[in-house]
């Protein structure tokens, strides 16, 4: 994670610039660690000064990044989402603008958006495979208000898309797509990283966990709602799952809501976040569904922990 003008230090006679920490790799789901970070910057500008101005450069430089590690640390959002309940995003409840950093909205030439997504490091995101992302798309980052001009978004090039190549547009299973930006996102208060659930990870049916988006409110809606929304629902286990829809479900699909709470056409590849450890983690990719959207039923969401391998071997090999 690259930090760009953000903190500025000015002990006796040096001058240091978190701009100037080298840029991270593209590594995800790892929080800003400061034990990590410092020894880098202090091998060459603080050779030179006193145990005592090492001490206050220590602190200075400790206590500005744990401000940064809380603005741009992943699933650590600078504006804290306010999470009412059992909501919907068919029916929807408005987010507090700009409190899921990590929301982006694929958009075609036009601007019509189709699908949603996770950023997951500087130059990464992460989105469903039926998305069928092109090169020819753009990411938007740090959206609330997609009908407003004042907004200060980013608009990314797609460089390359990555399809898992065992997704199955039949059973929709392995429904996940990696796109790597043409240049890295700027991370600020309005755009940082979510975690990524980790392999060995266990949400266990019960868990209270948020989905996103700008999907319909209501099935027969004549549009996609132009403020971002969000819905609080529990996970089911996957037994409790085929309970609705049968051999559907795979090993490779994680379920949440039927209880009154429902994602919708437009929210597709979009993230269904729980808390691991305080952090906000990327536990499920809005996969399918009802056809109609009916809250009564569960989604479907493709399964973080059984395919965050592949997302790490993608980009690890690109």
């Not at 060459?44 to 101005?53: C, F, V």
């Not at 989402?81 to 408005?94: A, D, F, K, Q």
């Not at 109609?292 to 997302?311: F, I, K, S």
Request: net charge neutral; proline share 6%; aromatic share 8%.
């Amino acid at each position: 994670m690259a930090f760009r003008n953000v903190c500025h230090f000015k002990v006796e006679n040096f001058q240091l610039h978190l701009s100037k920490l080298p840029p991270s790799s593209d590594k995800v789901s790892s929080p800003v660690s400061a034990n990590r970070v410092v020894p880098q910057l202090y091998k060459g500008s603080l050779s030179r000064q006193t145990q005592h101005d090492q001490a206050m450069a220590s602190l200075w430089i400790l206590s500005c990044l744990a401000f940064v590690g809380a603005a741009y640390g992943c699933g650590t959002p600078a504006i804290s989402p306010v999470i009412t309940g059992y909501s919907r995003i068919v029916n929807g409840e408005e987010a507090v603008p700009h409190s899921w950093p990590w929301q982006v909205s694929l958009q075609d030439y036009t601007g019509f958006h189709f699908c949603g997504g996770s950023l997951i490091s500087e130059n990464w995101v992460v989105t469903a495979a039926h998305c069928n992302v092109r090169t020819s798309h753009q990411v938007i980052l740090g959206e609330h208000d997609r009908s407003s001009k004042a907004e200060d978004i980013q608009v990314m090039k797609v460089d390359k898309v990555f399809k898992n190549p065992r997704f199955n547009g039949f059973t929709i299973s392995h429904d996940i797509l990696l796109i790597k930006l043409a240049s890295p996102a700027q991370l600020n208060m309005r755009v940082s990283p979510v975690c990524l659930a980790e392999t060995g990870d266990d949400f266990p049916g019960g868990t209270k966990c948020v989905t996103t988006g700008w999907g319909l409110t209501r099935y027969n809606a004549p549009d996609t709602p132009v403020l971002l929304q969000q819905a609080s629902l529990p996970l089911l286990t996957n037994e409790e799952c085929r309970n609705y829809w049968g051999s559907k479900i795979s090993a490779t699909m994680i379920c949440a809501g039927a209880d009154g709470a429902s994602s919708c056409m437009g929210d597709s590849g979009g993230p269904l976040v729980c808390q691991k450890s305080g952090a906000w983690t990327l536990v499920g990719i809005v996969s399918w569904g009802s056809g109609t959207c009916t809250p009564t039923l569960p989604g479907v969401y493709a399964r973080v922990t059984e395919l965050r391998a592949w997302v790490d071997e993608t980009i690890a090999a690109n």
